[in-house]
T-cell receptor, first 112, second 111 residues
Framework: GNSVTQMEGPVTLSEEAFLTINCTYTATGYPSLFWYVQYPGEGLQLLLKATKADDKGSNKGFEATYRKETTSFHLEKGSVQVSDSAVYFC???????????FGDGTTLTVKP | SQTIHQWPATLVQPVGSPLSLECTVE??????LYWYRQAAGRGLQLLFY??????ISSEVPQNLSASRPQDRQFILSSKKLLLSDSGFYLC??????????FGSGTRLTVV
């Protein structure tokens, strides 16, 4: 079956530091890949997505590239802000749509 | 525009009491609908999903149930709550492979 493995947290960075949160997946066929963000006390929000190999999703300074050869979708941001403190979830959806498979989430704390 | 409404935002219920959480979607037709639970500091646990009216799939055996009486309405229920039912409940919808749209969640505390 499908699975998503995320880098374990928590991750603590200083403001303006570079961020990488690793995500690898196992899936049959060609899934779509997603990153979601959850701010404290809120639901998840779709941050970015990529639907095919070598696609780069980007939003709010975050980027992730769909790497089929390494089955990875790592989240990056060049300069984090305190407001980026949240839990980040990597997810995949199989080619037949339906249920997504989520990683366990990575908590990011950015200190001023 | 497409929106999702989930209520109530917080709920404190005694053990053994019933539960009803409601979720409605606007601006889309025939969505897939989902109920997730998130324990404190943990990941997402899929409880139920539905691909159409009256079609419910249960992922985890428990004392919760779900119903979809209308295309854009999804209800999570329990006849008798347990302490272990406490958590953050999230409703979500999807169409195709565009990803999920989540509601704002319900914080349930069973006392």
């Amino acid at each position: 079956g499908n699975s998503v493995t995320q880098m374990e947290g928590p991750v603590t960075l200083s403001e303006e530091a570079f961020l990488t949160i690793n995500c690898t997946y196992t899936a049959t066929g060609y899934p779509s890949l997603f990153w979601y963000v959850q701010y404290p006390g809120e639901g998840l929000q779709l941050l970015l997505k990529a639907t095919k190999a070598d696609d780069k999703g980007s939003n709010k300074g975050f980027e992730a590239t769909y790497r089929k050869e390494t089955t990875s979708f790592h989240l990056e941001k060049g300069s984090v802000q305190v407001s980026d403190s949240a839990v980040y979830f990597c997810a995949l959806e199989g080619p037949n749509a339906g249920k997504s498979t989520f990683g366990d989430g990575t908590t990011l704390t950015v200190k001023p | 525009s497409q929106t999702i409404h989930q209520w109530p935002a917080t709920l404190v219920q005694p053990v053994g009491s019933p539960l009803s959480l409601e979720c409605t979607v606007e601006g889309t037709s025939n969505p897939n609908l989902y109920w997730y639970r998130q324990a404190a500091g943990r990941g997402l646990q899929l409880l139920f999903y539905s691909v159409g009216i009256g079609q419910i799939s249960s992922e985890v055996p428990q004392n919760l149930s779900a119903s979809r009486p209308q295309d854009r309405q999804f209800i999570l229920s329990s006849k008798k709550l347990l302490l272990s039912d406490s958590g953050f409940y999230l409703c979500a919808w999807s169409v195709g492979q565009g990803g999920y749209t989540f509601g704002s969640g319900t914080r349930l505390t069973v006392v």
